[in-house]
């Protein structure tokens, strides 16, 4: 029923860009913050970037993607997009996006109640 789903991952070479898309159904993102996290082999997930709901207009960003990515929301299509550019062999990973009621963290777990599958974005040259 509720559910969020990633998609838009793929294979890029360093410096190229990619988008990432997270789709919501069964309930409206209007009301939702939303943030990327990603997972790289045998480490842990990291924040990665995130942005309040409609209403608000704040967004955050991890050190380590801050100036090449960009968080976007599409409320027409319930969609959350994370434009990467720029891209380096380390961001590689599986990237997940979730919902929570604020944009006030990039730490995952709680109050990110609502997680997608997941989708691979490989880096390599």
């Known amino acids: 029923q509720l559910q969020l789903v990633e998609s838009g991952g793929g294979l890029v070479q360093p410096g190229g860009s990619l988008t990432l898309s997270c789709t919501a159904s069964g309930f409206h993102l209007d009301f939702h913050a939303i943030g990327w996290f990603r997972q790289a082999p045998g480490k842990d997930r990291e924040g990665v970037s995130c942005i309040s709901s409609s209403a608000g207009g704040n967004t955050k960003y991890s050190d380590s993607v801050a100036g090449r990515f960009t968080i976007a929301r599409d409320d027409a299509s319930n969609t959350v997009y994370l434009q990467m550019n720029s891209l380096k062999p380390e961001d590689t990973g599986v990237y997940y996006c979730?919902?929570?009621?604020?944009?006030?963290?990039?730490?995952?777990?709680?109050?990110?109640?609502?997680w997608g599958q997941g989708t691979q974005v490989t880096v390599s040259s």
């Open positions: 979730a919902a929570a009621s604020l944009c006030l963290s990039l730490v995952p777990g709680p109050p990110y109640d609502y």
